[in-house]
């Protein structure tokens, strides 16, 4: 909270709307839990509130779908409001009026305004707080206001009313200044004109934006405007074409903070990255990669193009190489992965392990300079330190019911398409032949062999072609 306004804990609470279907998104899923930068809009919303007061005095308005968008959010310990029908924002302040009316304010943020900042937050409040006003409306003049409420100033600062641009008379089109949807409210009057709102309007609705009018008629009362200085903060996502916007910002807000702490992005605009990726200094990311979810990447390391990152960590001086496909993955120093390499959940590589094109690994753990460099599955197992994976070698580790472990030591050697037939041991040092099927274990220092012998059937070829050569001869006489 901002200390300079010197007040009181409980004397401001937040309110965010967030019970609205967000009919223009044309979706099955509430608008809310709509993501950008690979979270819900809700949660950035969240966390900017969160800067400025406690969770316990945040106070999230459910209705739409009220469930699910309390589930994606509860574990942050805010406070919940239903508002089961939902017949406008005014409406749901009236709903929340019961649970705030001890706190001295209010400010009420909007759940489909995600780039909003805590900082933005406390400014708007320090300046409704030192100018006594009863409303303070945060404002911003965007290169198309389309869309959103207008603000019909009396004078320089003072607010007459709000005009939702379904209502604006052809004269107020060319209002610049919005209504973001963010405001800071006297909680006392607010709710003392609440219940005076009229859904006479183009939506039939109780609109929180008519109570601008409603305060400045009423004497005593302070409407002021306060305008944000970066008017792409409080931007609203009320259509697929206008997250997509809001998803490019922060997405090139999450590349420019990569790349002023010394992350390499090259075509950073090909690149998808989620905000709450990590990259140290050195690292280099080419064109069209995906960088998702908590991806945590060190420093001196190499992801190619079109590769995919989901909720990884890597170590220093990794190399992704092309198309790599890698979800839940730790991968330790100096490792080399792909081209074209899939690495799912609960795979771990160990330093220096290098996996090559068409390997797909699966809760596999490759000790210290382990290598599968060509088409292999590796799926429930432990390989051991320096031991070499064969082309075209499978973990055979389902039956059709279970799911079983294959244990390899260290320094083994796996020749070139063998199966292993979990569960399974492989000793350290054994050597297993190419092409085997093995489902006996192998202890230390053995070769196991589990193919037929090979037999060899000298000039065969060539009397069998001697053999055609006659027959065919006789067929044409
Ligand atoms: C609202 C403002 C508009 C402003 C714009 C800024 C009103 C009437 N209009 O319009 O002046 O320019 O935001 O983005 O307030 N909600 C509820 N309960 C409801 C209805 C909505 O909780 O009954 C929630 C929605 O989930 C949403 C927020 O309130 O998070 C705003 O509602 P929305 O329908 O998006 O209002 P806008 O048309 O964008
Ligand atoms: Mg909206």
Redesign the pocket.
Known sequence: MNTEAGMQESDLAIVI????K?TRLKSRRP??LHEIGGKPLLSYVLAAASRVVAPKHIYV?V?HQAERVRDAVKSTGVQFIE?AE????G??IQCAAQAVKGYENILVL????PLIQSGTIEKLWAFHHKREASMTILTAEPPDPTG??RIVRASSNVVQA?V?EKDLRPDQRKIPE????IYAFRTAPLLEHINSLSPKNAQS?L???DMARLLEQSSGHKVLAFPADNAAEVL?A?TLAELAVLDQTLRAATAERLMAEGVTIFRPDTCVIDAEVEVAPDTVIEPFVQLLGKTKIGGDCLVRSYSVLENCTLGDEVQVMQHCVMVETVVHRGAIIGPFARLRQGTELGENVHIGNFVETKKAVLGKGAKANHLSYLGDTEIGDGSNIGAGSITCNYDGVNKMRTIIGKRVFVGSDSTLVAPITIEDGAYIGAGSCITKDVPAGSLAVGRARQVTKEGWADARRERQKQTNNGAKR
């Open positions: 709307l967030a019970a609205g967000g608008k809310v308005v209705g508002q939902q017949h406008g924002t409406h749901a909007s759940g489909d305004v959103y409420g709000i939702e919005i209504n973001s949807g609705e609109y929180l934006t609203g009320n």
